[in-house]
């Protein structure tokens, strides 16, 4: 069977696309940067894709010879392009695949995705699953199912990081009171149910929930995953609602607006019918941790969790700092010093005075606006000062207040977000 999957860099993808190479499938695997994906994968064909822009005729042309498409494409947050990649897009490449003769289609949608969806991310999973079934009610052509999960946790996805960053903390949180019902499911799990359904013989037309064996609330979940980590038990202390909103809304968190309102409204499902359909049961969520047994660096990425997203921030700072401190609060006669002594005097020195202090104000707002390449930006300029100071002053290398020598901390400062800029993607 040559199976395409759509989304394939995502979390959900990558873990499909592991199983599917390692079990003997065909696979192809389309995204919006195909050469790391055939760095990942070698063996696999790959292809480029924009689900937000690619129509019907597209699809249609690369369908040729694919038996099943798996569309793991997802994202969400306050800019996601629900309407492209979640709705369009999916109806699109649906059409393609009936018009083409793919044999199965699945497709990874959402728990809530359905009359009781309460955020635009599940409306726009909602119409695209929707329309799957519309065109092929009883699956006798081109069979389809549609996989809604709750929290998938595994390593790599942003739920896990979500909910190990909060279980590392020398605090716990307790979000919402500490009674917001979840169902999590592995990701080993979601990736066998969609084997299953690959291998699956005969006509298919399925919608499922897919979740763990029983609902958990937020703190038990955080409380498992502690222990997973090899950490003890620690007090909790209460997060009210409106403060996690406005971290959110800030956007210097891992949790979105839309995922708070998510977790408030419950995502939970009985398991009976996933169970039914497929033939298995999902793990505990304890007994999917013990199989993949937490390694020093998993400790290490949950507590980095907590203080990257600040990082940005503070770096901003700095620069925020600097350029409006020069402007508005420095002596006058100080600065003319200074300019002085780089051989700058009148209009010329106050021409570098602007733009000099307008630069590091343009770092501050593009490093908090998440503008790429923001840091390093910050570092040239950072490095400029630097050998301009160094010539005209080398004696504020021994400087007791170290207005030189602080440059090395924001230097290190500069490259650990732009690691993690990189990171991000």
Not at 238 to 260: F, K, N
Not at 364 to 370: E, F, M, N
Not at 373 to 387: E, Q, R, S
Request: aromatic residues 6%.
């Amino acid at each position: 069977m040559h199976v395409l999957i759509v989304g394939a860099g995502g979390f959900i993808g990558r873990h499909i696309a592991g199983r599917l190479l390692a079990d003997g499938f065909d696979v192809t695997l389309a995204g919006r940067r195909p050469v790391g994906l055939a760095r990942c994968w070698p063996q696999a064909a790959t292809l480029a894709c924009d689900l937000s822009r690619d129509d019907a005729g597209v699809w249609e042309a690369r369908l040729a010879g694919i038996d099943a498409v798996v569309n793991c494409a997802g994202l969400i947050g306050h800019r996601a392009d629900y309407a492209g990649v979640h709705d369009q897009g999916p109806r699109a490449l649906f059409d393609a695949c009936l018009a083409a003769g793919v044999g199965r289609v699945i497709q990874i949608s959402a728990l809530g995705a359905d009359a009781t969806g309460v955020t635009p991310y599940h409306c726009s999973k909602q119409r695209a699953d929707e329309h799957l079934a519309a065109l092929d009610p009883m699956g006798g052509r081109m069979g389809w199912a549609v996989l809604r999960p709750s929290l998938v946790l595994g390593r790599g996805g942003a739920s896990m990081a979500l909910f190990t960053m909060l279980a590392a903390l020398p605090l716990t949180p307790r979000l919402g009171k500490g009674g917001w019902q979840v169902q999590p499911i592995h990701i080993d799990d979601l990736v066998e149910a969609v084997v299953r359904l690959l291998r699956h013989d005969g006509p298919i037309a399925l919608k499922l929930d897919a979740v763990g064996p029983a609902p958990m609330t937020t703190d038990e979940l955080t409380a498992a995953l502690r222990r997973w980590l090899g950490m003890g038990a620690v007090p909790r202390i209460g997060i009210p609602q409106w403060l996690l909103a406005w971290v959110a809304r800030l956007g210097i968190g891992p949790a979105t607006r839309e995922s708070l309102t998510m977790l408030a409204a419950g995502n939970c499902a009985p398991v009976a019918p996933f169970v039914s359909a497929l033939g298995f049961r999902p793990m505990a969520m304890d007994q999917a941790l013990a199989r993949h047994p937490a390694a020093p660096a998993d400790l290490a990425e949950a507590r980095d969790g907590a203080i990257a997203p600040i990082l940005p921030v503070l770096l901003a700072l700095v620069w925020l700092a600097g350029g409006n401190v020069s402007l508005a609060f420095a002596p006058p006669d100080l600065i003319a010093t200074w300019l002085t002594r780089g051989g700058l005097s009148g209009f010329t020195a106050a021409a570098a005075l602007w733009a000099g202090s307008l630069a590091d104000i343009a770092v501050g707002l593009a490093l908090l606006a998440r503008v790429r390449g923001a840091a390093l930006a910050g570092m040239a300029l950072m490095l400029v000062y630097t050998a301009i100071l160094t010539a005209a002053a080398p004696e504020l290398w021994a400087d007791p207040f170290g207005p030189l020598v602080k440059n090395i901390a924001v230097l290190g400062l500069s490259l650990a977000v732009h690691a993690k800029e990189i990171r991000r993607g």
